[in-house]
Nanobody
Framework: QVQLVESGGGLVQAGGSLRLSCVAS????????VGWFRRAPGKERELVAA????????YSAGSVKGRFTISRDNAKNTVDLQMNSLKPEDTAVYYC?????????????????WGQGTLVTVSS
């Protein structure tokens, strides 16, 4: 069983930055790939960014490419999402998820564990 706890959400003005952090309870955290998803009001959940087991490979959705960066520290069991140049359309609840895979997983159905989410609100 893996428990994931997100933090770092909040209210920020457009153009600002936030850093989300996900802490995992897993003893073998490096056995999991991790993704950050978001769900905006009235929209479907979408994968924002993902990272493989050692941080050597990452994925970013087109809507956030060049603005968001995912990274992980297996020694601390953490995966961070640095979000820059935030836009009002980035407003959503952001979720951290872990998949029992060492390679990047892009489908939500492939993730086994989910955090409770953290709210990010970007004002215009």
């Amino acid at each position: 069983q893996v428990q994931l706890v997100e933090s770092g959400g909040g209210l920020v003005q457009a153009g600002g930055s936030l850093r989300l952090s996900c802490v995992a309870s897993a003893r073998t955290f490096s056995s999991y790939s991790v993704g950050w998803f978001r769900r905006a009001p009235g929209k479907e959940r979408e994968l924002v960014a993902a990272v493989n087991w050692n941080g050597g490979r990452t994925y970013s959705a087109g809507s956030v490419k060049g603005r968001f960066t995912i990274s992980r520290d297996n020694a601390k069991n953490t995966v961070d999402l640095q979000m820059n140049s935030l836009k009002p359309e980035d407003t959503a609840v952001y979720y951290c998820a872990a998949a029992s895979s060492i390679t990047i997983v892009t489908a939500a159905e492939g993730y086994d564990y989910w955090g409770q989410g953290t709210l990010v609100t970007v004002s215009s």
